[in-house]
T-cell receptor, first 112, second 116 residues
Framework: DAKTTQPPSMDCAEGRAANLPCNHS???????VYWYRQIHSQGPQYIIH???NNETNEMASLIITEDRKSSTLILPHATLRDTAVYYC?????????????FGKGTTLSVSS | GAVVSQHPSWVICKSGTSVKIECRSL??????MFWYRQFPKQSLMLMAT?????????EQGVEKDKFLINHASLTLSTLTVTSAHPEDSSFYIC????????????FGPGTRLTVL
């Protein structure tokens, strides 16, 4: 799986958009970008994934650059409950039998 | 996605005792489950991959005789911490692989183990 690089921490004001970057310059053609988050003392939660097109669901939007070397997870209106560690992971989707490997992620702190 | 439960959510035990943690896939038949451990202020570390009906595969540095994993059915995997010591105190999390349309992993809520 390709390596990813994320800033260790970010702050965001409640109600504002939180934009979390991820660099994955060695991503290969068949690898997807997955985002998970972990709220304190809970198990990680799947957020969204994408290959090359921008994606949106009820939780977030994922913007992937045209060269696919980086992406941004966008929480459009951050709330206090979005305070968590966010993990960007690159892998192929046909890997149900292999575990996710977590880096250090980005700790997002949302404040009022 | 798959719904995963863990039991207990927290446990306190005396040093030298054994503790069993259950991981259940409630709505998905999981051929493969994963066990992670997380120490305070650290990321999740994969301990082992549990395959239904066969022996688990342990990551380097994880003692298979200390952390016994049983995956006897497609909905249940158990992790037994044998002869627990204070250094085994941690947050243990299981996950199910392949539960989503793009093989996303889904995680249990975790079990907090404190060994006195």
């Amino acid at each position: 799986d390709a390596k990813t690089t994320q800033p260790p921490s970010m702050d965001c004001a409640e109600g504002r958009a939180a934009n979390l970057p991820c660099n994955h310059s060695t991503i290969s053609g068949n690898e997807y970008v997955y985002w998970y988050r972990q709220i304190h003392s809970q198990g990680p939660q799947y957020i969204i994934h994408g290959l090359k097109n921008n994606e949106t669901n009820e939780m977030a939007s994922l913007i992937i650059t045209e060269d696919r070397k980086s992406s941004t997870l966008i929480l459009p209106h951050a709330t206090l409950r979005d305070t968590a560690v966010y993990y960007c992971i690159v892998r192929t989707p046909n890997q149900a039998g292999t575990a996710l490997i977590f880096g250090k992620g980005t700790t997002l702190s949302v404040s009022s | 996605g798959a719904v995963v439960s863990q039991h207990p959510s927290w446990v306190i035990c005396k040093s030298g005792t054994s503790v069993k943690i259950e991981c259940r896939s409630l709505d998905f038949q999981a051929t493969t489950m994963f066990w992670y451990r997380q120490f305070p202020k650290q990321s999740l570390m994969l301990m082992a991959t549990s395959n239904e009906g066969s022996k688990a595969t342990y990551e380097q540095g994880v003692e298979k005789d200390k952390f016994l994993i049983n995956h006897a059915s497609l909905t249940l995997s158990t992790l037994t911490v044998t002869s627990a010591h204070p250094e085994d105190s941690s947050f243990y999390i299981c996950s199910v692989g392949g539960g989503g349309s793009y093989n996303e992993q889904f995680f249990g809520p975790g079990t907090r183990l404190t060994v006195l």
